[in-house]
């Protein structure tokens, strides 16, 4: 089954069954709706767990259904929503790129953090930049949005939007919990291994070149909901 249909769309099946199943569970009031939703947690489990075969921190599908429960709220708090995180394609005097090499993977990537309460979007984008590589930036404008689940870079739904951000001050100082090293590149000098470059690149080295293109997102699948299985 995972070979035939791929583990991100059985992640992305999982997920959006236990959306649906959490959701409905923080509004109904009818005991038969909520025996349905928690037998549609179990099926998202089972999914879940099958998608997370051979991961050493898999949980099989109790587990998962008892993880989701634990997130249950009742009322508009419940209704569930992917996380939101924030990206800063960071540009210098020079029309370099910064870049840092995160500490947990090694592949190296634009500075990126989840959005924290009680900031702005662009807020957070200038606090993560300066905590993690001691740059202080200025965002320009938005560049991007994508659904990280969708491109299996997530195992859990995650929008990310990129922002275009201009260095104000600061000198590079990568954190060492967050890097383990970073730098300024071009196109041409860009370090290995990169994370993802295929799909943001050309819209972050045209902006950084002073090209104005539109906001750049996830091509609408035919049908919406199944897509293809590429």
Known sequence: MTDSVGERHLLRWAESLAAIARTGLAFTESQYE??????????????????????????????????WMGQVQ?????YVTPKVAVG???????????LIQRADSGVWLYPTG??????????????EV?????IE???IRLLGILDTLRHGTSRM??????????????????HPLECSDAGWFTRETLPSPIFGVERWGDDVFAALAGEKRDVF????RSPIWRGDFS
Do not use: W
């Not at 989840?114 to 606090?127: L, N, R, W």
């Not at 739904?157 to 990568?174: K, V, W």
């Open 88 to 98: 800063a394609a960071v540009m210098n005097d020079k029309g370099e790129l910064l």
């Open 217 to 220: 997102y996830d091509d609408l």
């Open 157 to 174: 739904p995650l929008y990310s939007m990129l922002f275009l951000c201009r260095q104000i001050g600061g000198e590079l100082n990568p």
């Open 74 to 78: 009742p009322g508009r708090a419940g």
């Open 34 to 67: 909520r025996e349905r939703f928690e037998e549609v947690l179990k099926v998202a489990g089972d999914i879940r767990a099958h998608a997370d075969a051979g991961a050493l921190d898999g949980l099989d599908g109790e587990g998962h259904v008892a993880n």
């Open 137 to 139: 930036v200025e965002p």
């Open 130 to 134: 300066e905590e993690e590589t001691g």
């Open 114 to 127: 989840y959005c924290d309460v009680g900031y702005s979007a662009v807020e957070v984008v200038v606090k």
